[in-house]
């Protein structure tokens, strides 16, 4: 894969299936923690701008391109022949990984950590009925609020006993990107995804934008009409400071 930098996040110019095969090489090894990511506007930003989140960001082995807006940056430094066609984009990564590794229970196995306890059955009684002879092995909904002292412990050993080499890891953002980081050296061997909002989009508890708004790169508009509240201020401000800092790259260049 050809790595190139996006204000300062090295971005994959990927597909799904070199992603997927990358993925299911790693998770194979057995012999540390990978991490991967599948970036945004938001994620490209909050690196830039901020230094903890961009330190850990940086310690991820894969970095996809989630979003159009990074498509289109990636694009505009490839050659014709090298040119995306489409994003990497987290929710679909994690269908197509699950999809791969169906069938092969004894080689790949899951662990879903994070978001509510409701969530996680939902989550594991959808894709069992999707992806018949999928190895889900053990899911962990961590306590609201400020963790206990011993909680990586308690999370490390279910991953361990579990045997899990594919671990989906919904913390939201920079929460999950930030804890994959901060224990990668100690996390057992594996495949960690922060995948975000992915669990509750495949849960049935948030509706994905339709295909073609994903497609224009408009993704980010329908989920602030869907949540103004919670998402304006966060797509307004780092949508604005990954423009700004993309043109000012592209200026100093």
């Given at each position: ?73 990636l694009n505009s430094q490839l050659g014709p022949a090298e040119k995306l066609t489409d994003r990497v ?44 002879h999928l190895a889900i092995v053990g899911s962990h909904s961590p306590p609201f609020g400020e963790w ?31 804890w994959i980081a901060a224990h990668k050296d100690r996390l057992p061997a594996g495949v960690y995804f ?60």
């Amino acid at each position: 894969m050809k790595i190139i930098p996006i204000i300062g996040l090295p971005v994959a110019a990927t597909s799904y299936a070199e992603a997927v095969d990358w993925i299911l090489t790693q998770a194979a090894r057995h012999d540390r923690a990978y991490a991967v990511e599948a970036a945004n506007t938001h994620v490209a930003a909050l690196a830039r701008t901020d230094r903890n989140f961009g330190e850990a960001i940086h310690q991820f082995d894969l970095i996809c391109p989630d979003g159009m807006p990074l498509v289109w940056a990636l694009n505009s430094q490839l050659g014709p022949a090298e040119k995306l066609t489409d994003r990497v984009y987290g929710p679909t990564l994690m269908l197509e990984t699950l999809s791969a590794t169906a069938g092969q229970p004894d080689r790949f196995k899951h662990f879903l950590l994070g978001g509510k306890q409701s969530t996680l059955d939902k989550l594991t009684a959808h894709f069992a009925d999707r992806f018949p002879h999928l190895a889900i092995v053990g899911s962990h909904s961590p306590p609201f609020g400020e963790w206990p002292e011993n909680e990586f412990d308690t999370i490390a050993g279910k991953i361990r006993s579990s045997g899990a080499n594919l671990i989906w890891v919904g913390l939201g953002c920079p929460k999950q990107e930030l804890w994959i980081a901060a224990h990668k050296d100690r996390l057992p061997a594996g495949v960690y995804f922060g995948i975000g909002a992915a669990f509750a989009f495949h849960a049935g508890e948030v509706r994905q934008a339709p295909p073609l708004i994903q497609k224009f790169g408009m993704e980010w508009a329908y989920r602030v009409a869907m949540e103004p509240r919670r998402l304006f201020k966060r797509y307004f401000t780092y949508n604005s400071l990954f423009i700004y800092h993309l043109l000012r790259d592209r200026i100093s260049r």
